[in-house]
C-alpha cells in the first residue's frame, strides 16, 4: 500500500510517500481503507519530535480517518462490513476502572492514532472493531474526517470540564483553527455569547459566520483590553484555551470570579507563568483537557445528523502533497480542518 510516514524528525521535508506492506485484520480487528484523513496540530508536534515520544520507523501520521471496512478478523460483528465508518481516533485496554466507567480517555494505555501508534496517512489502516463510529451519511469522506478529534475534544472542554450553561461569556482562542471552529459551534449550540480571536479579518469574518458574536483580531488588537472593552473587567466566564504562551497570562485575567480556564495545547509554546494569587484568590479553575471519552462521539454525531453542527473544511490535497498540507497548517493559512486524500 503507499503511506506516507517519516523516519527522522524535522520539517514537512521529511514527510516521505511509502511503499508498504497492507497490515492484516486480526481477531477482533478491521481493516479500512482509508478515504480521507484530516490534519490536526498534533501532526506538526509529532512530526517535529516529542522528548518523551519514541517511534518505530517510519511512522505514520494522522488520527481523524474516514474509511470502509474491507476485511475483517473473527469475532467482528456482520454489521459492520463493507461499511463507511469515521474512526474514533484513540486505543484503550477496554478492561480497567476508567474503560469500564466509559472513561477510556483516563486508561493508564491510552493511545491517539497517528501519535502513540501508526495513523491514517495510508491507503489502508487496522483498527480495533470497537474504533468503528456511525458514519453521518449526509457529509462526504472528507467532510466527516474534519470531525473525530476535534469535536470530541472541544466537546469535553466545554460541554464536560467546563460545564458551559446559557448566557455564559466564552472566550474561544483560535476560532479558525479545527479544534477552534469546533468550539465555537459547541458554545453556541449551548446558548453561549462567543468571543473569538483570530489573526485576520478573513478569518474573523468566517469564525462570525460559524457563530461567534465578538471577534478580536490579535495581531491588532490588545487581547486583555479587547475583552474588556467588550464585557467589562473580569467579566468572562469561561477561557477555551490551547494557544498556551501568547495569551495565558491575559487569559487568566480576564476570568471573572469563580471563572474556568480550560486547556488542550499550547501551539505558541508550554512555558507560561501564572501569578497564583489570581488563581486562588479569585478561585478560578484551570482544567487540563485531552480528547475525550468514546461513547461522547455518538451524541456529537446526532448532533452532525440533526445539521446543528457542521464540519469545517478547509482544503483537501492528495496524500503524497502532506508536505505542502503541513507547511499550510503550520503557516495558519488554514481556517478549519485541512483534509489529505489516499
Same mark, same amino acid.
Given at each position: 500500500?503507499?503511506?506516507?510516514?517519516?523516519?527522522?524528525?524535522?520539517?514537512?521535508?521529511?514527510?516521505?510517500?511509502?511503499?508498504?506492506?497492507?497490515?492484516?485484520?486480526?481477531?477482533?480487528?478491521?481493516?479500512?481503507?482509508?478515504?480521507?484523513?484530516?490534519?490536526?496540530?498534533?501532526?506538526?508536534?509529532?512530526?517535529?519530535?516529542?522528548?518523551?515520544?519514541?517511534?518505530?520507523?517510519?511512522?505514520?501520521?494522522?488520527?481523524?480517518?474516514?474509511?470502509?471496512?474491507?476485511?475483517?478478523?473473527?469475532?467482528?460483528?456482520?454489521?459492520?462490513?463493507?461499511?463507511?465508518?469515521?474512526?474514533?481516533?484513540?486505543?484503550?485496554? $477496554?478492561?480497567?476502572?476508567?474503560?469500564?466507567? $466509559?472513561?477510556?480517555?483516563?486508561?493508564?494505555?491510552?493511545?491517539?492514532?497517528?501519535?502513540?501508534?501508526?495513523?491514517?496517512?495510508?491507503?489502508?489502516?487496522?483498527?480495533?472493531?470497537?474504533?468503528?463510529?456511525?458514519?453521518?451519511?449526509?457529509?462526504?469522506?472528507?467532510?466527516?474526517?474534519?470531525?473525530?478529534?476535534?469535536?470530541?475534544?472541544?466537546?469535553?472542554?466545554?460541554?464536560?470540564?467546563?460545564?458551559?450553561?446559557?448566557?455564559?461569556?466564552?472566550?474561544?482562542?483560535?476560532?479558525?483553527?479545527?479544534?477552534?471552529?469546533?468550539?465555537?459551534?459547541?458554545?453556541?449550540?449551548?446558548?453561549?455569547?462567543?468571543?473569538?480571536?483570530?489573526?485576520?479579518?478573513?478569518?474573523?469574518?468566517?469564525?462570525?459566520?460559524?457563530?461567534?458574536?465578538?471577534?478580536?483580531?490579535?495581531?491588532?488588537?490588545?487581547?486583555?483590553?479587547?475583552?474588556?472593552?467588550?464585557?467589562?473587567?473580569?467579566?468572562?466566564?469561561?477561557?477555551?484555551?490551547?494557544?498556551?504562551?501568547?495569551?495565558?497570562?491575559?487569559?487568566?485575567?480576564?476570568?471573572?470570579?469563580?471563572?474556568?480556564?480550560?486547556?488542550?495545547?499550547?501551539?505558541?509554546?508550554?512555558?507560561?507563568?501564572?501569578?497564583?494569587?489570581?488563581?486562588?484568590?479569585?478561585?478560578?479553575?484551570?482544567?487540563?483537557?485531552?480528547?475525550?471519552?468514546?461513547?461522547?462521539?455518538?451524541?456529537?454525531?446526532?448532533?452532525?445528523?440533526?445539521?446543528?453542527?457542521?464540519?469545517?473544511?478547509?482544503?483537501?490535497?492528495?496524500?503524497?502533497?502532506?508536505?505542502?498540507?503541513?507547511?499550510?497548517?503550520?503557516?495558519?493559512?488554514?481556517?478549519?480542518?485541512?483534509?489529505?486524500?489516499?
Amino acid at each position: 500500500m503507499k503511506a506516507v510516514g517519516l523516519k527522522k524528525h524535522g520539517g514537512p521535508e521529511v514527510l516521505e510517500t511509502l511503499e508498504l506492506q497492507t497490515p492484516e485484520a486480526g481477531p477482533g480487528e478491521v481493516l479500512i481503507r482509508v478515504k480521507a484523513v484530516a490534519l490536526n496540530h498534533l501532526d506538526l508536534w509529532i512530526r517535529n519530535g516529542l522528548p518523551h515520544l519514541k517511534h518505530d520507523y517510519p511512522h505514520i501520521l494522522g488520527s481523524d480517518i474516514a474509511g470502509e471496512v474491507v476485511a475483517w478478523g473473527l469475532g467482528v460483528n456482520p454489521l459492520v462490513k463493507n461499511q463507511k465508518v469515521l474512526i474514533h481516533p484513540a486505543l484503550s485496554c $477496554g478492561i480497567c476502572e476508567f474503560c469500564s466507567l $466509559g472513561q477510556d480517555n483516563l486508561c493508564s494505555s491510552y493511545k491517539i492514532l497517528g501519535e502513540h501508534v501508526d495513523g491514517g496517512y495510508a491507503e489502508y489502516l487496522v483498527v480495533p472493531e470497537r474504533n468503528l463510529l456511525p458514519f453521518p451519511e449526509k457529509l462526504s469522506f472528507t467532510e466527516a474526517a474534519t470531525i473525530p478529534l476535534v469535536f470530541l475534544t472541544a466537546w469535553q472542554m466545554l460541554v464536560v470540564k467546563a460545564k458551559i450553561r446559557p448566557g455564559q461569556i466564552v472566550v474561544i482562542h483560535g476560532g479558525a483553527s479545527g479544534v477552534g471552529s469546533a468550539g465555537i459551534q459547541i458554545a453556541k449550540l449551548f446558548g453561549c455569547r462567543v468571543i473569538t480571536t483570530a489573526g485576520s479579518q478573513d478569518k474573523l469574518d468566517r469564525a462570525k459566520a460559524l457563530g461567534a458574536d465578538d471577534l478580536i483580531h490579535y495581531k491588532k488588537e490588545n487581547f486583555l483590553e479587547a475583552v474588556q472593552s467588550l464585557v467589562g473587567k473580569q467579566k468572562v466566564d469561561v477561557v477555551f484555551e490551547h494557544v498556551g504562551e501568547a495569551l495565558w497570562s491575559q487569559s487568566l485575567l480576564c476570568l471573572k470570579w469563580g471563572g474556568v480556564l480550560v486547556t488542550c495545547g499550547a501551539t505558541t509554546g508550554f512555558k507560561v507563568e501564572t501569578d497564583l494569587r489570581q488563581i486562588f484568590f479569585r478561585q478560578l479553575q484551570v482544567l487540563g483537557s485531552t480528547m475525550g471519552p468514546r461513547g461522547t462521539q455518538f451524541e456529537i454525531l446526532r448532533h452532525f445528523a440533526a445539521g446543528r453542527l457542521q464540519p469545517v473544511l478547509d482544503k483537501v490535497f492528495p496524500l503524497e502533497e502532506a508536505a505542502l498540507a503541513h507547511e499550510r497548517l503550520e503557516s495558519g493559512q488554514q481556517f478549519g480542518k485541512i483534509v489529505l486524500e489516499p
